[in-house]
């Protein structure tokens, strides 16, 4: 039997052990509740018995449920990561992502060494099809579009000024683009618009 309860929650989901979407959270550590936790994550855990190739099963389960939450054009959607500041901030992460990510993966970084940037990437144990450097802030936008990228990581708002309208953005936050001290994020009057 599964645990229902409502202190038991990430982000809005319910706290199921047939949750894939929960069960790959709860694994991954990234539990977040309301209140302090309750052994019903040690339940669902114990329930589901999640190890090895289960394991990321359920996190490509978690996975394809994410991107069709996000409503992206085309299955599979095409990756975009860029590389400093977003896949070296949390490069176990990236690495699990791009291990069971369905589309194609480009790293595209703001760098001008090609097999120093290669040798950083592969030494994340990044999983990626073809990376692209660029020496422009628009550079990356314009690859974003020539790629066909559906969804995008990076930490600089600047390099993401133009990327097309369709395309799922996320802000990585690290100490160059937010002040932990003022819990504030960091942005230039020409990416940010205060309200």
């Known amino acids: 039997m599964g645990c229902f309860d409502?202190?038991?929650c990430v982000t809005g989901l319910p706290m199921h052990s047939g949750d894939p979407v929960r069960a790959a959270l709860l694994i991954a550590g990234n539990t977040q509740t309301a209140k302090e936790p309750k052994m019903c994550e040690e339940k669902a855990l114990t329930e589901n018995s999640v190890r090895g190739d289960n394991m990321k099963q359920l996190i490509a389960e978690a996975t394809n449920t994410v991107i069709k939450a996000l409503r992206v054009p085309k299955f599979p959607p095409n990756l975009g990561l860029d590389l400093d500041?977003?896949?070296s901030?949390?490069?176990?992460?990236?690495k699990m992502l791009t291990s069971?990510?369905?589309g194609?993966?480009?790293?595209?970084t703001y760098r001008r060494n090609f097999d120093e940037a290669r040798n950083c990437v592969e030494s994340f144990g990044i999983t990626y099809d073809e990376l692209i450097l660029v020496d422009k802030m628009d550079g990356k936008a314009a690859v974003i579009a020539e790629k066909g990228v559906d969804v995008y990581y990076d930490d600089q708002p600047e390099m993401l000024h133009n990327?097309?309208?369709n395309v799922q953005v996320f802000l990585v936050r690290n100490g160059g683009?937010?002040?932990f001290e003022d819990r504030l994020w960091i942005m230039s009057d020409r990416t940010?618009?205060?309200i």
């Open 104 to 108: 194609k993966i480009f790293i595209i």
């Open 6 to 8: 409502s202190n038991c």
């Open 100 to 102: 069971i990510w369905p």
């Open 89 to 94: 901030e949390s490069p176990e992460y990236f």
């Open 177 to 179: 683009n937010f002040d």
């Open 85 to 87: 500041g977003t896949i």
């Open 192 to 194: 940010a618009k205060l």
């Open 163 to 165: 990327v097309p309208e």
